[in-house]
């Protein structure tokens, strides 16, 4: 079994129309593939221009002068503005017919509407107008996505995308706000539970995200460390020993008093709070750690703390105003059950730990969290570096 590396660019104008989600779920959901790696990028014209030249040396030609024209002129800045392109980077079997198989074939020439089914990405979200007078004559052209068809072409593109994302930050700042005191980050972890397994639910959690109108400027995939679990959790233990602990102690005591047929006093139930009680809020936590991580605290060595954990997350950053809020009223409550309708944890959460994703809370709690995850950091490029040689 042949396992390679191949790519996907969701394009600026794809994620400008917040069709990043759709993009995502049809890609996850319609392949057996891994997705080890994602990063939004700027990409500049010199970017352009040379991925355009590699496009026009491939075949089939004819589909992919038409590919080539149009990264020469959109994938680069516009007005000395650069635009925002997602690369979602994929592995396992034979990945470049299976996202070209989902995305779908680029068509050069006048199809009908009647004639479209939207079976593939490009069905559904790219656009080929011709000129009303000449239908041969392409007047607007917009792909929506991009990936290569074969391998070594894939090697090839990966090579030269690591090169040029070397170094460069994890987050697109392109944009210049009329008032950039009204302007909020946030941070949203696409947790665990949404990849066990390939479907569609990531993609429809950012797609409900993306009502909020605010705009992406960076996306990771992430796997925690122990270490980074605990920091990032931290303050949480204390709220739940405050939280918990008592209700553990006043459960303890009604089993006791139903067992053993006696009355307790006040002060026992205290001190079952304070001595079981405490333990078992101490256990959820662990529960917690675990869950994002895939390791549960204990004793490891120092390198075994910062090794990243076994289980998957994604990470995006939100930027615009009011973001911190506007993403916490469409993520919903903590528990589950008790979260709005239409809101992503009522839609897609199972429980208080288990509830599909996070975001921060404050501006604060973003300081905090971005640089527990280190969102200025991205592991594509050495992803790239060690599957292509």
């Known amino acids: 079994m042949s396992i390679g590396l191949s790519y996907v660019f969701v394009t600026p104008y794809t994620i400008a129309k917040s069709r990043t989600g759709g993009v995502l779920s049809r890609l996850l959901s319609r392949t057996g593939l891994d997705l080890v790696g994602a990063q939004i990028f700027a990409p500049d014209q010199q970017f352009a221009d040379d991925y355009s030249v590699s496009l026009r040396s491939r075949v089939p030609q004819n589909q992919l002068m038409l590919l080539a024209d149009y990264v020469k002129q959109y994938l680069g800045p516009s007005g000395g503005r650069p635009h925002r392109t997602l690369m979602l980077l994929f592995k396992g079997e034979n990945p470049c017919e299976q996202l070209l198989n989902v995305c779908g074939h680029l068509y050069t020439q006048h199809v009908e509407v009647s004639s479209l089914v939207g079976e593939t990405i490009r069905d559904t979200y790219s656009d080929l107008i011709f000129n009303a007078n000449n239908q041969e004559e392409v007047r607007y052209f917009e792909p929506a996505v991009i990936t290569p068809r074969q391998q070594d072409e894939a090697d090839k593109d990966l090579k030269f995308i690591a090169n040029f994302l070397e170094g460069r930050e994890n987050l697109v700042q392109n944009v210049v706000y009329p008032d950039p005191s009204k302007i909020e980050r946030t941070l949203v972890i696409i947790k665990p539970d949404n990849w066990t397994h390939n479907s569609s639910r990531p993609g429809a959690i950012i ?75 101490r256990n959820q936590f662990s529960q917690v750690v675990e869950f994002i991580s895939g390791k549960k605290p204990g004793y490891y060595t120092a390198e075994e703390m910062q090794k990243a954990g076994n289980v998957k997350c994604m990470i995006l950053t939100y930027e615009g105003e009011n973001a911190i809020n506007k993403i916490r009223d469409v993520l919903g409550s903590t528990d589950p059950n008790k979260a709005a309708e239409g809101t992503v944890r009522r839609e897609f959460g199972s429980n208080i730990m288990v509830n599909t994703a996070h975001a921060s809370d404050s501006s604060d709690s973003y300081e905090r969290e971005q640089n527990i995850v280190r969102i200025n950091h991205n592991s594509v490029v050495s992803i790239i570096r060690e599957h292509v040689r």
């Open 207 to 281: 797609d409900m995200f993306s009502r909020t109108g605010l705009r992406i400027i960076g996306i990771k995939i992430h796997r925690f460390s122990l270490a980074e679990a605990l920091d990032f959790y931290g303050p949480v233990e204390g709220q739940l020993k405050e939280k918990l602990a008592p209700k553990y102690g006043k459960q303890a005591r009604e089993i006791l008093e139903k067992e053993f047929q006696l009355s307790l006093n006040d002060d026992l139930e205290k001190t079952l709070a304070n001595s079981f009680g405490v333990e078992c809020a």
